[in-house]
């Protein structure tokens, strides 16, 4: 069992959420009536030994335009002994929502998720000046983006599930229904990834070569629509 440190940060905002959750009403994410909702998720990823925070907020100005999100995020991975071997932290600054129900093959689950809402915007991140090797997400073999040090600009998407749901099959072939039912484990919950697009390029399952989007996505350990 590795043992990680935690930051002073990690266990201020740890602290902070449940004492949100105790004095807050936690409504689902955009719920009726709300027109901005704040979101923090907190958590471990265990796919490539990490630690994760994301802050965010998405906003409905209710002007016909899209909703606006922001997004602040940190990510540290750790070696086998649980020293610290890498570190990438970032804003997304002006997304803007494309569509709520955007759908994707996750090579993690190896299931279809349905009904995402897909940002995508400008932002700026840092990491540490380390050149890291490791195969993200247990599939695609990469090296980790080197900034040295020094935060600059990027493309950024933002996909958040609120529901969790999924298909066993490719809902763009077969549409969601009696032959390709929407799913929902319960041990999976609504969930956010913040990631920076930085020119690395992979394969898909399906022979799609595709940009891979590096940053960390967690379990929502909150989200109030106010």
Not at 188 to 209: F, K, N, Y
């Amino acid at each position: 069992m590795i043992v990680k440190k935690k930051s002073k940060l990690t266990k201020t905002l740890i602290a902070a959420s449940f004492l949100i959750a105790i004095i807050a009403i936690v409504t689902p994410v955009m719920a009726a009536g709300s027109n901005r909702v704040l979101f923090l998720a907190i958590g471990d990823d265990l796919d490539i030994n990490a630690t994760n925070l994301i802050i965010g907020t998405i906003k409905d100005d209710g002007d016909g335009e899209p909703p606006s999100a922001k997004a602040v995020f940190h990510q540290r991975i750790y070696d086998e002994s649980g020293k610290k071997v890498y570190a990438m932290m970032g804003i997304l600054k002006d997304g803007l929502l494309q569509m709520k129900h955007y759908s994707f093959f996750c090579p993690i689950f190896q299931v279809w998720f349905i009904n995402v809402w897909l940002v995508m915007g400008m932002g700026m991140f840092k990491t540490t000046d380390t050149n890291l090797d490791l195969v993200y997400r247990n599939w695609f073999p990469i090296t980790m983006p080197n900034t040295e040090g020094k935060f600059v600009p990027a493309p950024m998407l933002m996909m958040l599930s609120p529901t969790a749901e999924y298909c066993l099959l490719d809902p763009s072939i077969i549409p969601p229904g009696p032959d390709n039912p929407v799913l929902i484990d319960p041990e999976l919950h609504a969930w956010v990834l913040v990631a920076v697009l930085c020119g690395i390029m992979v394969e898909t399952p399906m022979g799609e070569t595709v940009e891979l989007p590096i940053g960390p996505v967690s379990y929502l350990t909150l989200s109030i629509g106010i």
